[in-house]
């Protein structure tokens, strides 16, 4: 009889454990840019397996004039308890009184990469010098619409002294990876933050351009003023900016900045 009302009463408390968890589990609401979001999601379903909170996620460029971009959803008051954003333009947001300065956290460098199609010769990208062979011989060039594309089209070809020479083949591409105009034939060589560019298929990556001609962009996440889960969106933040789960963001081709 004590052993049978010791399994009633084991069971009613693991019961009322797992009630109490779902009641205090949350349904966060995030926003992620494209640099991020292959360590994202990696790294999403293992924070919800281990906390019980679950992932509304909507994806966006940091900037731009698209209703995707995150400011531009967060302008039409669409909720969010974390942005995962470039760095410069969290900043933009914190300025305008719209995400809490003191949730700032740093997450991940992201370099620029080259892909070219599957199969075709991979061009060499190694040097300055080599570069510049390599845009100036190219039928076509893609790059993206965010932080990587702008620098490549307002600096990077000035840089290379080739800016009038590759105006008419270069091309920035809205919304979708790079990767895949590349995969698909229409464009032969592609630019993009590397951990955007590796996830595409049909594609083959060549490399990351010289450090010396790189715009190295800062991903960091902060959370929303209003949000509705503060406390969960930051226990989110610890654990994507967290030591321990540097090696999945690395792969991804990002380049880690929690030892920094």
């Known amino acids: 009889m004590k052993s049978i009302l010791l399994k009633f009463c084991t069971a009613a408390l693991l019961g009322n454990a797992v009630a109490a968890a779902n009641v205090q589990a949350a349904d966060l609401h995030v926003m992620s840019s494209g640099g991020f979001t292959a360590a994202y999601k990696l790294l999403g379903p293992k924070f919800s397996a281990s906390t019980g909170d679950t992932?509304?996620?909507?994806?966006?460029?940091?900037?731009?004039?698209?209703?995707?971009?995150?400011?531009?959803?967060?302008?039409?008051?669409?909720?969010?308890?974390?942005?995962?954003?470039?760095?410069?333009?969290?900043?933009?947001?914190?300025?305008?009184?719209?995400?809490?300065?003191?949730?700032?956290?740093?997450?991940a460098d992201s370099r620029i990469g080259m892909v070219v199609r599957d199969g075709a010769p991979k061009p060499d990208i190694g040097s300055e010098a080599a570069l510049k062979e390599t845009l100036l011989r190219a039928r076509s060039i893609a790059y993206s619409d965010s932080a990587s594309g702008v620098y490549i089209e307002r600096e990077l070809f000035k840089r290379l002294g080739i800016e009038e020479q590759v105006k008419a083949k270069a091309k920035m591409i809205p919304k979708i990876p790079v990767a895949s105009v590349v995969a698909t034939g229409d464009y032969e060589v592609g630019f993009q933050q590397v951990s955007e560019l590796l996830p595409v298929k049909g594609a083959a990556y060549v490399g990351k351009i010289p450090e010396s001609m790189q715009s190295v962009t800062r991903f960091a996440a902060g959370i929303p003023v209003g949000a509705q889960h503060p406390k969960e969106a930051k226990a989110l933040l610890d654990y994507l900016a967290s030591p321990a789960v540097q090696p999945e963001v690395i792969s991804t081709g990002l380049d880690s900045v929690a030892a920094h």
């Not at 996620?57 to 909720?79: D, F, V």
């Not at 995962?84 to 740093?106: F, H, T």
């Open 55 to 107: 992932l509304d996620t909507a994806l966006g460029p940091s900037m731009g004039k698209s209703p995707e971009a995150i400011p531009n959803r967060l302008q039409r008051g669409e909720p969010a308890d974390v942005v995962i954003m470039v760095g410069y333009a969290l900043d933009d947001l914190i300025r305008q009184g719209k995400v809490m300065p003191d949730s700032r956290v740093e997450l």
